[in-house]
T-cell receptor
Framework: EPEVTQTPSHQVTQMGQEVILRCVPI?????FYWYRQILGQKVEFLVS????????KSEIFDDQFSVERPDGSNFTLKIRSTKLEDSAMYFC?????????????FGDGTRLSIL | AQSVTQPDIHITVSEGASLELRCNYS??????LFWYVQSPGQGLQLLLK??????LVQGIKGFEAEFKRSQSSFNLRKPSVHWSDAAEYFC???????????FGKGTRLHILP
């Protein structure tokens, strides 16, 4: 069964450094998402992306965050200057555009640790 | 405001026993409802979904859930749990006009041998 893949599985970064989290969505999917889960807390929506532009973003997704689909397969999340509170598990998700609605399929996540 | 409440943070059941995980939602329009499962160190796997139609939905791994509009609930059930069902379970809500998914805080399921 097709999967959403995320790399790396664990990223350790110094505070203030830039970090790029990578995702390869399922190949025929058109809608892409990033969520995060701070340790012990619930999964929170960050941003949705469709047709090469952001569809919606949460208040968490400030100007330190950006997303990009640089080619036909990758979908990236960049954090420009990381803060300690950015430490979390980041999940990428994608869904297709089928008849009716389609569920989002999630990757295994990237654990981001900011030192 | 849109929200999902999972009132039980931890649930412990014996292997072979039945299971029900509770979920209540608040959503201003017709909801789409989901249950995801997360095993330790793993991602979120979709167990089942409700978009419309039959309010009792069947999912993978023998799970089912029932949508009750009058109670704003979408409880997850399994008649007989297996040790491999030990994981964290997340209820979530979305909608036709709202592409993002809102998650509950999760219920961690422990299985006694």
């Amino acid at each position: 069964e097709p999967e959403v893949t995320q790399t790396p599985s664990h990223q350790v970064t110094q505070m203030g450094q830039e970090v790029i989290l990578r995702c390869v969505p399922i190949s025929n999917h058109l809608y892409f998402y990033w969520y995060r889960q701070i340790l012990g807390q619930k999964v929170e929506f960050l941003v949705s992306f469709y047709n090469n532009e952001i569809s919606e973003k949460s208040e968490i997704f400030d100007d330190q965050f950006s997303v990009e689909r640089p080619d036909g397969s990758n979908f990236t999340l960049k954090i420009r200057s990381t803060k300690l509170e950015d430490s979390a598990m980041y999940f990428c998700a994608s869904r297709s555009q089928g008849a009716g609605n389609q569920p989002q399929h999630f990757g295994d996540g990237t654990r981001l640790s900011i030192l | 405001a849109q929200s999902v409440t999972q009132p039980d943070i931890h649930i412990t059941v014996s292997e072979g026993a039945s299971l029900e995980l509770r979920c209540n939602y608040s959503y201003g329009a017709t909801p789409y409802l989901f249950w995801y499962v997360q095993s330790p160190g793993q991602g979120l796997q979709l167990l089942l979904k409700y978009f419309s139609g039959d309010t009792l939905v069947q999912g993978i791994k023998g799970f089912e859930a029932e949508f009750k509009r009058s109670q704003s609930s979408f409880n997850l059930r399994k008649p007989s749990v297996h040790w491999s069902d030990a994981a964290e379970y997340f209820c979530a809500v979305g909608g036709r006009r709202d592409d993002k998914i809102i998650f509950g805080k999760g219920t961690r399921l422990h299985i006694l041998p």
